[in-house]
C-alpha cells in the first residue's frame, strides 16, 4: 500500500500528477481527485471530454448514455474499439476510458439522463451534458443550480460548438498590476504613465460571480433596441444553443442586425 502524503495524495499520485501539479498547484490536484463528475453522452465530443477528465486525475467519472453504437461512433468516438457496433455506448467506451488512468474509478450506466430522479445528480460535484435537448439541459440545470453542482453543457456541428456553464457563486482572485500613486505636482508625462502602472509589483484582486442559470440565458428577448446592439457582438455560437427552440422564436431573430448573418446572405 502507498503511504499518503501530507496534502492527501499518494506518492504514485504525485508522480502521475507532477506536471499538472507544477502548472496549477497542489491545492487544485487535491481538490480534482476529490471530485465525482457526471457525463452525459457518449460521442465524439463525450469522448473527448471523458478523457480529459480522467487524465486530469478526478476521483470518479461515471458516463451516462442509453444509446448504442452507430456506424457514425465506430468513426467518430475513439473509445469505441472496432466490433463493438450495437453495444451500448457508455459499457463500449469503459475499458479503454479505465486504462487512460486506472487510478481513476470509471463507472458507465446505461440507462437515459431523463430517466434519472432528482436526487441522482446530487451525488456529483459536477454534471457535463452533451447530445441533450434543450428541455433536459434546462431542468437538470436547474436541479444543479439548486443542490450547489457545477453544471456544464455543450455540442458540436461541424466546425462550429457551443458550451454554457453554471457555477453558482463563484469566488476567485485574479492577478492585476499594481497601480502606483504619484505626487502632487508631477508632471503627467510618459515616465508618470509609466510609473503608475509598473509591471513588475502586481496584486491579487478578490473577485465574485454570481452564473446565471441557462433558463434566463436561452429567454433574452432580441426584439428591443438594447438587445439589437448587443445581437451585433453575439456569436453564432449562442444560436447554437437556441437551435432547439420553437420556429416562433427563430422568426422573431432580427437577423439582419446579426453581422455573421449578413455576410452569410452576400
Known sequence: MVEKEEGGLSEEEVAQYDRQIRLWGLEAQKRLRASRVLLVGMKGLGAEVAKNLILAGVKGLTMLDHQQVSQEDTRAQFLIPVGSLGRNRA??????????????????????????????????????????????????????????????????????????ADLGEHEFVEEKTKVAKVSPGVEDGLDTKKAKLDSSETTMVKKHVVFCQLKEALAVN?????????????????FLLQATASLKWLLSVPWSEVSWARRWSR
Not at 114 to 143: G, H, N, W, Y
Open 91 to 164: 459499457e463500449a467506451s469503459l475499458e479503454r476510458m479505465q486504462n487512460l488512468n486506472p487510478m481513476v474509478d470509471v463507472k458507465a450506466d446505461p440507462e437515459s439522463v431523463e430517466s434519472k430522479p432528482e436526487e441522482f445528480f446530487t451525488q456529483f460535484d459536477a454534471v457535463c451534458l452533451t447530445c441533450c435537448s434543450r428541455d433536459v439541459m434546462v431542468k437538470i440545470d436547474q436541479i444543479c443550480h439548486k443542490n450547489g453542482v457545477k453544471f456544464f453543457t455543450g455540442d458540436v456541428f461541424g466546425y462550429h460548438g457551443y458550451m454554457f
Open 222 to 238: 432580441w426584439s428591443g433596441e438594447k438587445a439589437k446592439a448587443v445581437l451585433k457582438r453575439t456569436t453564432l455560437d449562442y
